[in-house]
């Protein structure tokens, strides 16, 4: 079965320090992986996939598939990098995402 | 095009009614997805559209459980004879058109509570 695991449910660090969210998964086959992120009030939303190998506001996520992780990193946190942050797994050949439960990053000045 | 939008974005009914919620999809979205969403939990998958076929449908989607796409464009999801249990948020999200990578579009949700 599918699995996604964030292990933990609050990260809080000072501004400029850095973060480094966990995801884990399960998969057999060869997944895609995907970090959601959603800001207070507003809806969640695409940062990046593992795909495009791409950074965004700062953010970089590696898949590792020996270790099966997908660890979400940013060398210098920023306040409004504050957010519940969500990693995702989409099996090839489907639609659905399937989601861990979520890390909510508190940054602090 | 403001995104994918839902209605009502809160609803509050008795245990044993029926409830109705509707999303609008991005318009040359093809793709649409229902999620719930409890506390503390992520997003859990319900069902999936591509245009007007359901082609998947979670266990979690019990009998009493219904959703449609009947043109292809906007969908609605029924939960009759509710309980308690299924206060959550119902997110709706869609995918497609015309876009190098799969990435799935979330509306803003309805949060449905059963009292």
């Known amino acids: 079965a599918q699995r996604v695991t964030q292990p933990e449910k609050l990260l809080s660090v000072f501004k400029g320090a850095p973060v480094e969210l966990k995801c884990n998964y399960s998969y057999s086959g060869s997944p895609e992986l995907f970090w959601y992120v959603q800001y207070s009030r507003q809806r969640l939303q695409l940062l990046l996939r593992?795909?495009s190998r791409e950074s965004i506001k700062g953010f970089t996520a590696d898949l590792n598939k020996g270790e099966t992780s997908f660890h979400l990193k940013k060398p210098f946190a920023q306040e409004e990098d504050s957010a519940m942050y969500y990693c995702?797994?989409?099996?090839?050949?489907?639609?659905?995402?399937?989601f861990g439960t979520g890390t909510r990053l508190l940054v602090s000045p | 095009d403001t995104g994918v939008s839902q209605d009502p974005r809160h609803k509050i009914t008795k245990r044993g009614q029926n409830v109705t919620f509707r999303c609008d999809p991005i318009s040359e979205h093809n793709r649409l997805y229902w999620y719930r969403q409890t506390l503390g939990q992520g997003p859990e998958f319900l069902t999936y559209?591509?245009?007007?076929?359901?082609?998947?449908k979670s266990r979690l989607l019990s009998d009493r459980f219904s959703a449609e796409r009947p043109k292809g464009s906007f969908s609605t999801l029924e939960i009759q004879r509710t309980e308690q249990g299924d206060s959550a948020m119902y997110l709706c999200?869609?995918?497609?058109?015309?876009?190098?990578?799969?990435?799935?579009?979330f509306g803003p949700g309805t949060r449905l509570t059963v009292t």
């Open positions: 559209f591509q245009n007007e076929a359901q082609l998947e």
């Open positions: 999200a869609s995918s497609g058109g015309v876009t190098l990578y799969y990435e799935q579009y």
């Open positions: 995702a797994l989409k099996n090839t050949g489907f639609q659905k995402l399937v």
């Open positions: 593992h795909i």
